[in-house]
């Protein structure tokens, strides 16, 4: 028991965060949302000189290519890390994106409904998709704009692959997906609302996100894996994000059984 006790004093700053005593700690009177400030935008802004390419809606890919009931998909959830060489379709990827951030309604600018629940359905997360085999697409990183249902190119790279998974510590499998989902996170839109009790919820809302990734893919027999472990600054760098207001948070692996 001694040494439990002594690995939990340890632990004790990560174990707080886990926890919700954070809330007691907090005048939420005092947010930028009761002080009405401007809350940040739900959708990053997207660079004018960037190509889009307007996406299949994506309810009603996932209609059409889903091939199980729920309880089926909950069943057979398992993470893949062995994938053909066949791409992805567009529509297979526009039910991905739905499935994972889409937007079902925006009740104002400082709330939409979507997909995953969120805190406050403040949606702090941003998409990006290294995509190397889909069918429509050139080969690059890209970021997916849901209010807009369009994919934006950031950068055309045929090695896009090699480098998603340079930045994962090497894990093999990524180089191989036909795409890699990175999530980053825009702590702000969080903090607007819940001050000091934004961050633990933020990477709740990470799972909400992956886990509607796996149910899909399932219905759609595609195959994802999770990924937690990975360069921190090698990914925001990839993704061009500075580490600091927006920093990669989850990512995982897509591809064809």
Same mark, same amino acid.
């Given at each position: 028991?001694?040494?439990?006790?002594?690995?939990?004093? %340890?632990?004790? $700053?990560?174990?707080?965060?886990?926890?919700?005593?954070?809330?007691?700690?907090?005048?939420?009177?005092?947010?930028?949302?009761?002080?009405?400030?401007?809350?940040?935008?739900?959708?990053?802004?997207?660079?004018?000189?960037?190509?889009?390419?307007?996406?299949?809606?994506?309810?009603?890919?996932?209609?059409?290519?889903?091939?199980? $009931?729920?309880?089926?998909?909950?069943?057979?959830?398992? /993470?893949?890390?062995?994938?053909?060489?066949?791409?992805?379709?567009?529509?297979?990827?526009?039910?991905?994106?739905?499935?994972?951030?889409?937007? &079902?309604?925006?009740?104002?600018?400082?709330?939409?409904? &979507?997909?995953?629940?969120?805190?406050?359905? %403040?949606?702090? +997360?941003?998409?990006?998709?290294?995509?190397?085999?889909?069918?429509?697409?050139?080969?690059?990183?890209?970021?997916?704009?849901?209010?807009?249902?369009?994919?934006?190119?950031?950068?055309?790279?045929?090695?896009? /692959?090699?480098?998603?998974?340079?930045? +994962?510590?090497?894990?093999?499998?990524?180089?191989?997906?036909?795409?890699?989902?990175?999530?980053?996170?825009?702590?702000?839109?969080?903090?607007?609302?819940?001050?000091?009790?934004?961050?633990?919820?933020?990477?709740?809302?990470?799972?909400?996100?992956?886990?509607?990734?796996?149910?899909? +893919?399932?219905?759609? $027999?595609?195959?994802?894996?999770?990924?937690?472990?990975?360069?921190?600054?090698?990914?925001?760098?990839?993704?061009?994000?500075?580490?600091?207001?927006?920093?990669?948070?989850?990512?995982?692996?897509?591809?064809?059984?």
């Amino acid at each position: 028991m001694g040494s439990h006790k002594k690995n939990a004093t %340890r632990f004790d $700053n990560n174990r707080f965060f886990l926890k919700d005593t954070i809330r007691q700690q907090i005048d939420f009177h005092q947010t930028e949302q009761n002080r009405f400030v401007t809350a940040p935008p739900l959708q990053k802004p997207c660079p004018a000189e960037a190509s889009r390419t307007v996406l299949p809606d994506g309810k009603t890919a996932l209609e059409q290519l889903g091939r199980i $009931n729920i309880a089926d998909a909950i069943t057979r959830r398992e /993470s893949v890390r062995s994938f053909s060489d066949a791409a992805l379709s567009l529509e297979e990827l526009s039910a991905l994106l739905w499935a994972t951030q889409g937007v &079902r309604e925006k009740l104002s600018p400082e709330c939409a409904l &979507r997909t995953v629940p969120s805190a406050g359905a %403040r949606h702090a +997360c941003e998409t990006y998709i290294a995509a190397g085999r889909v069918d429509g697409l050139q080969p690059g990183l890209y970021r997916y704009l849901p209010f807009d249902n369009e994919l934006a190119l950031l950068s055309a790279d045929d090695t896009i /692959s090699r480098k998603a998974a340079a930045a +994962c510590l090497g894990q093999g499998f990524v180089a191989k997906a036909a795409a890699t989902f990175f999530w980053t996170a825009v702590p702000v839109r969080m903090e607007w609302r819940y001050d000091l009790a934004a961050h633990k919820v933020i990477a709740i809302e990470a799972g909400h996100i992956c886990q509607n990734l796996y149910l899909t +893919c399932t219905a759609i $027999n595609a195959g994802t894996c999770a990924i937690a472990a990975y360069d921190q600054t090698a990914c925001d760098e990839l993704l061009g994000v500075d580490g600091d207001e927006e920093f990669t948070l989850y990512i995982a692996t897509v591809g064809k059984r």
